[in-house]
């Protein structure tokens, strides 16, 4: 627990946060407590063993309003993407879920423009809680339609402004369309002036904004509090003017900010000043509110019918047998990196061989359901999209090429590059010829790469750990709903060994 306290630009001396948390301070009335619970980035509904998903949460706000005390909800964005469930429905059960809640108000995330931005605005209006998006400008100049630049509300004989913020990064993680981002810092000078001649005592920015625009909000100290996501951090720090926070990812942690506010004889009159501590709290320590438990679970056993429906068909064989999959190139490694290249754009698209665990072969003519990738691509991973040299990928394709004689997952399923390599040369020397469109691929090109979060963090080995993000964990997809759509929009796919994966002998 930390305690502070803030008058607006200066740092209050001892002697006034005595006065103010005894209440000795004359001609003034008592101190007005103020809690807000914070979270960030919560996209999917259930509990993960045993900590998170949004009946747990419940079950935090609950308690708190249980105090009846002025109690203010705040979400950091990034909701209706990219779960499971939600490249079925674009979202629409998060918001059903999330207005149980009774927020006081959300952030656009960008993960709020995976569908486009018109599916965006369908969402926004189905909320019963403010959507606060001040610098996400349509083409008409305005605010995006269903979302408001920011609240003012009164707290005792306090006035609290909250404006909203998304990162300007959503341009490229996400797919707004014709939306554009105005810079976080000039839209927060303008809406924190704008509150607070509005009245505004308190200013808050609820942002969904990356670290660096945090730092910069944070110097800038327009705002009072900056409540924040996009990055799942999980952090508060008030050694400035301003208080940061943000809780992690998908309510495994819940931030809880007890504020003081009160006012203080000043050399212009009256002086509004504020006093923080926090609490952190752990899900896992929470009993789940039954009723959302309900809720939640009606959801998932419609996401389990949603999962037998029938996607495509395959007109040639599928084999994910774990032999197949780890020894060379497979018609099933083809068709799930060309789904992911063809959703992201990248140049090229890599995956391990140790991720795809259905062990079975898929006959001509199957019909293939939703419930047949999952089980394929089991473990929820998120594409990233990184920018890598032609040197570099030759690395990653010798370390995936490095253990074929041992069966190891790493080996590389790929799209966008034609490969020829020798198993028998030792391990690191295997490449033999990489091509790109037909040319010999250029060490010192620069090419975009999409692979999963598992091997963009190192997983199985692969050194992508320095690549610039063009999409990052955060704001990447999922694997498995991006070769969804890939089946759905083709109703028949065709896939086959075609050479990509050749051995020198041409095998």
Same mark, same amino acid.
């Given at each position: 627990?930390?305690?502070?306290?803030?008058?607006?630009?200066?740092?209050?001396?001892? +002697?006034?946060l005595?006065?103010?948390l005894?209440?000795?301070?004359?001609?003034?009335?008592?101190?007005?407590?103020?809690?807000?619970?914070?979270?960030?980035?919560?996209?999917?509904?259930?509990?993960?063993?045993?900590?998170?998903?949004?009946?747990?949460?419940?079950?935090?706000?609950?308690?708190?309003?249980?105090?009846?005390?002025?109690?203010?909800?705040?979400?950091?964005?990034d909701?209706?993407?990219? /779960?499971? =469930?939600?490249?079925?429905? /674009?979202?629409?059960?998060?918001?059903?879920?999330?207005?149980?809640?009774?927020?006081?108000?959300?952030?656009?995330?960008?993960?709020e423009?995976?569908? #486009?931005?018109?599916?965006? &605005?369908?969402?926004?209006?189905?909320?019963?809680?403010?959507?606060? #998006?001040?610098?996400?400008?349509?083409?008409?100049?305005?605010?995006?339609?269903?979302?408001?630049?920011?609240? +003012?509300?009164?707290?005792?004989?306090?006035?609290? #402004?909250?404006?909203?913020?998304?990162?300007?990064?959503?341009?490229? &993680?996400?797919?707004?369309?014709?939306?554009?981002?105005?810079?976080?810092?000039?839209?927060?000078?303008?809406?924190?002036?704008? =509150?607070?001649?509005?009245?505004?005592?308190?200013?808050?920015?609820?942002?969904?904004?990356?670290?660096?625009?945090?730092?910069?909000?944070?110097?800038?100290?327009?705002?009072? +509090?900056?409540?924040?996501?996009?990055?799942?951090?999980?952090?508060v720090?008030? /050694?400035?003017?301003?208080?940061?926070?943000?809780?992690?990812?998908?309510?495994?942690?819940?931030?809880?900010?007890?504020?003081?506010?009160?006012?203080?004889?000043?050399r212009?009159?009256?002086?509004?000043?504020?006093?923080?501590?926090?609490?952190?709290?752990?899900?896992?320590?929470? %009993?789940?509110?039954?009723?959302?438990?309900?809720?939640?679970?009606?959801?998932?056993?419609?996401?389990?019918?949603?999962?037998?429906?029938?996607?495509?068909?395959?007109?040639?064989?599928l084999? /994910?047998?774990?032999?197949?999959?780890?020894?060379?190139?497979?018609?099933?490694?083809?068709?799930?990196?060309?789904?992911?290249?063809?959703?992201?754009?990248?140049?090229?698209?890599?995956?391990? #061989?140790?991720?795809?665990?259905?062990?079975?072969?898929? %006959?001509?003519?199957?019909?293939?359901?939703?419930?047949?990738i999952?089980?394929?691509?089991?473990?929820?991973?998120?594409?990233?999209?990184?920018?890598?040299?032609?040197?570099?990928?030759?690395?990653? +394709?010798?370390?995936?090429?490095?253990g074929i004689?041992?069966?190891?997952?790493?080996f590389?399923?790929?799209?966008?590059?034609?490969?020829?390599?020798?198993?028998?040369?030792?391990?690191?020397?295997r490449?033999?010829?990489?091509?790109?469109?037909?040319?010999?691929?250029?060490?010192?090109?620069?090419?975009?790469? @999409?692979?999963?979060?598992?091997?963009?963090?190192?997983?199985?080995?692969?050194?992508?750990?320095?690549k610039?993000?063009?999409?990052?964990?955060?704001?990447?997809?999922?694997?498995?709903?991006?070769?969804?759509?890939?089946?759905?929009?083709?109703?028949?796919?065709?896939p @086959?060994?075609?050479?990509?994966?050749?051995?020198?002998?041409?095998?």
């Open positions: 627990m930390s305690d502070s306290t803030h008058r607006r630009g200066f740092a209050a001396a001892a +002697l006034a005595a006065a103010v005894l209440g000795v301070a004359a001609g003034f009335a008592d101190p007005v407590e103020l809690t807000i619970v914070h979270f960030n980035d919560l996209d999917r509904m259930e509990e993960r063993n045993g900590q998170g998903g949004v009946a747990r949460l419940a079950a935090v706000i609950a308690a708190e309003r249980a105090s009846d005390g002025h109690v203010l909800v705040t979400f950091g964005g909701a209706i993407s990219p /779960s499971l =469930l939600s490249g079925f429905d /674009s979202g629409a059960h998060m918001i059903d879920l999330l207005n149980r809640l009774d927020l006081t108000a959300m952030a656009i995330g960008n993960h423009y995976d569908f #486009g931005p018109d599916v965006a &605005k369908q969402r926004f209006a189905e909320a019963t809680f403010p959507i606060l #998006g001040a610098n996400n400008i349509d083409t008409d100049g305005a605010v995006i339609d269903g979302a408001r630049e920011s609240i +003012l509300l009164p707290v005792d004989r306090f006035q609290v #402004g909250i404006f909203g913020l998304t990162t300007l990064g959503t341009a490229v &993680k996400s797919r707004p369309g014709r939306v554009t981002f105005r810079p976080v810092e000039a839209v927060a000078a303008e809406q924190a002036a704008a =509150l607070r001649e509005a009245g505004a005592d308190l200013v808050i920015a609820l942002a969904h904004t990356d670290v660096t625009e945090d730092r910069a909000l944070i110097e800038q100290a327009a705002v009072d +509090l900056l409540l924040s996501g996009d990055d799942h951090l999980l952090q720090d008030f /050694s400035g003017d301003v208080l940061f926070a943000e809780s992690g990812g998908q309510a495994a942690w819940v931030t809880v900010i007890d504020l003081l506010l009160d006012e203080e004889e000043g212009d009159g009256p002086q509004f000043v504020w006093s923080p501590s926090f609490r952190i709290i752990n899900t896992a320590r929470v %009993e789940p509110d039954a009723e959302t438990v309900a809720a939640v679970q009606g959801y998932l056993d419609r996401l389990s019918e949603d999962l037998a429906v029938v996607i495509g068909e395959t007109a040639t064989e084999d /994910s047998r774990r032999g197949t999959v780890r020894s060379g190139e497979a018609a099933i490694g083809n068709l799930f990196t060309d789904a992911v290249r063809s959703a992201t754009g990248a140049d090229v698209a890599l995956t391990n #061989g140790g991720g795809i665990r259905g062990d079975r072969i898929y %006959e001509p003519g199957t019909m293939l359901t939703r419930r047949d999952v089980t394929e691509l089991p473990f929820g991973n998120y594409t990233v999209v990184l920018q890598i040299t032609g040197r570099d990928l030759v690395a990653a +394709l010798e370390n995936g090429l490095g004689e041992d069966g190891a997952g790493r590389p399923h790929l799209s966008g590059l034609d490969v020829v390599y020798d198993p028998d040369r030792p391990a690191g020397e490449v033999i010829e990489v091509r790109r469109d037909g040319a010999a691929l250029d060490p010192n090109a620069v090419h975009t790469l @999409a692979v999963n979060d598992f091997m963009a963090r190192g997983g199985d080995g692969y050194d992508f750990a320095d610039p993000r063009i999409v990052d964990e955060n704001a990447g997809r999922l694997m498995t709903s991006q070769v969804i759509d890939y089946l759905a929009a083709r109703g028949s796919i065709s @086959a060994v075609d050479g990509r994966l050749r051995t020198l002998d041409g095998s």
